[in-house]
């Protein structure tokens, strides 16, 4: 079947094995993801002799699925020039012509059956990251919050050099943080971290602000929680100094900040 319409496709790829691929054993061009509730991919022992993964994403690529995968054997794990993973965490499940633009992000999941008693659950909620910093780090009003280190992430992505959390499928999240920080503006201020999301749209989604206003000099510690609803995959959210100056993040007993997101709907 190469062209079809229509939604809540399941498409399974189970226990097949290939000798040499020209091609990706399974190529998915000018693909609409939104179509499919899950990919299933299990129990296939593939060469990779083309170096595009299990699964080829080529041309074009919109909308996003989750794709659940297991027991699967993949003997020549590089990629070919302008390829590499489509998936989070990194596999060679899935791979993507390095050309499409933004990049197809495919959260991927240990394969699991859920009994309803009448219909399978396909959608996952295991979509999550813990973030957190040892530094202490000088932060310009208005600028990113950059943590340092990521403890857990599977759908939720995190790159340290941009402050970026990207988030790679529609759902609703919670949202948890806790920032150590010292007020290095020169004068009393509250002090405030801004959850904002930078992308598709530009706009504030929740903040956390200091109960009184901390002398210059002076460190608090600030803890904010949100439940933010992403209607667009791959939206971007950031933390940001939302104080009135800057601030510097500051190390209480190793960590400065603590930040967790969990899908939940």
Do not use: C
């Not at 054993?25 to 129990?43: A, K, R, T, W």
């Amino acid at each position: 079947m190469e062209e079809f319409v229509g939604s809540n496709f399941q498409l399974f790829i189970d226990n097949n094995i290939t000798i040499s691929e020209s091609n990706a054993p399974v190529l998915l061009y000018n693909v609409d993801n939104s179509i499919f509730s899950f990919i299933e991919v299990s129990g296939n022992s593939v060469q990779n002799t083309a170096g595009k993964g299990l699964i080829a994403v080529d041309s074009s690529s919109t909308g996003s699925t989750v794709v659940y995968a297991s027991n699967n054997s993949i003997a020549n794990q590089t990629w070919a020039a302008g390829w590499t993973t489509a998936t989070i965490p990194a596999s060679f499940i899935v791979g993507y012509n390095t050309a499409i633009t933004p990049a197809p992000v495919y959260p991927l999941e240990n394969s699991y059956w859920q009994d309803t008693g009448f219909s399978l659950n396909g959608t996952s909620f295991n979509a999550y990251a813990m973030v957190h910093d040892t530094n202490s780090a000088p932060i310009t009003t208005g600028n990113a919050i950059l943590l340092n280190i990521t403890d857990l992430s599977s759908g939720v992505s995190y790159a340290s050099a941009t402050g970026n959390f990207t988030i790679a499928s529609a759902g609703q999240y919670l949202v948890n943080w806790w920032v150590a920080i010292s007020n290095s503006s020169g004068a009393a201020m509250k002090i405030i971290v801004n959850l904002k999301e930078t992308s598709p749209s530009i706009g504030l989604v929740s903040k956390a602000v200091s109960s009184s206003a901390i002398a210059n000099g002076s460190d608090t510690v600030v803890f904010g929680t949100a439940i933010i609803n992403v209607t667009v995959p791959n939206s971007i959210y950031q933390f940001q100094n939302g104080s009135a100056g800057n601030v510097s993040t500051v190390v209480t007993d190793g960590y400065s900040a603590v930040v967790t997101f969990a899908r939940i709907n």
